[in-house]
């Protein structure tokens, strides 16, 4: 249970390295938190600096769940690893979206979520993947593809654990649930914003979003 309860808090501290504040510093020298949504995470940091620093962060941020759920895989003991990997990742997207270095103003913890899936399952982004950037290209709201991932994501290990039990966890949905719920609170706003016709959408094919 020590072990346990170490990997969570560095999962959460690894979900806490601000990626994108570092990318716009690096990038443009201004504070991503006083520009566009205020989030830290790729969608704003991609509108207010640009397509590369957007990318990067997009990636990082999916890394430094996926290295939460890994580190949880290496460490905690065989009779809780299942539920020291789900919820290492949960606790990823937790430090993404609320880092304790930023004084708990991040992201909403789309990209993370989808590394956080893959260090459970690696072959979860080639399905998860396609089908959040179709709903985000297709519709344009970054809001609703984040929240899309962690739904897709929750249906996919719940199969998976209905039809292959024997090498998929069931502890595995928990994760998805999880990240359901701290995505939808982080969305919030979006949605608010959505049901009243002012969400902006989001043009991935444009270099820069003003």
Same mark, same amino acid.
Do not use: S
């Given at each position: 249970m020590v072990w346990?309860? *170490?990997?969570?808090?560095c999962a959460y501290l690894l979900g806490s390295i601000p990626v994108g504040f570092l990318m716009v510093r690096l990038f443009t020298g201004e504070d991503v938190r006083q520009m566009g949504s @205020? %989030? $830290? +995470? +790729?969608?704003? $940091? #991609?509108?207010?600096a640009g397509r590369l620093p957007g990318v990067l962060t997009t990636v *990082?941020?999916? &890394?430094? /769940?996926? =290295?939460?759920?890994?580190?949880?895989? =290496?460490?905690?003991? =065989?009779?809780? %690893?299942? #539920? @020291?990997?789900?919820?290492? @990742?949960?606790?990823a997207i937790l430090g993404h979206n609320y880092p304790v270095f930023l004084r708990f103003k991040g992201g909403a913890g789309g990209a993370s979520c989808v590394g956080g899936a893959v260090g459970l399952w690696a072959p979860s982004i080639l399905i998860v993947l396609?089908? /959040?950037?179709?709903?985000? #290209?297709?519709?344009g709201y970054a809001s609703l593809a984040t929240l899309s991932v962690a739904v897709i994501i929750t249906v996919l290990f719940g199969a998976r654990a209905i &039809?292959?039990? =024997?090498?998929a966890p069931w502890e595995f949905i928990?994760? @998805?649930?999880g990240a359901i719920v701290l995505l939808a609170w982080a969305l %919030?706003?979006?949605f608010q914003r959505l049901v009243r016709g002012e969400e902006r959408r989001f043009n991935p %094919?444009?270099?820069?979003?003003?």
């Open positions: 346990l309860i *170490l990997v969570l808090v @205020g %989030r $830290t +995470g +790729g969608t704003n $940091t #991609w509108r207010v *990082l941020d999916g &890394f430094k /769940a996926a =290295a939460g759920v890994w580190l949880a895989q =290496a460490v905690v003991p =065989a009779e809780l %690893r299942y #539920w @020291g990997m789900a919820l290492a @990742g949960v606790c396609p089908i /959040a950037l179709v709903i985000w #290209w297709g519709i &039809f292959w039990p =024997a090498v928990f994760y @998805g649930v %919030r706003p979006n %094919r444009a270099k820069r979003q003003v």
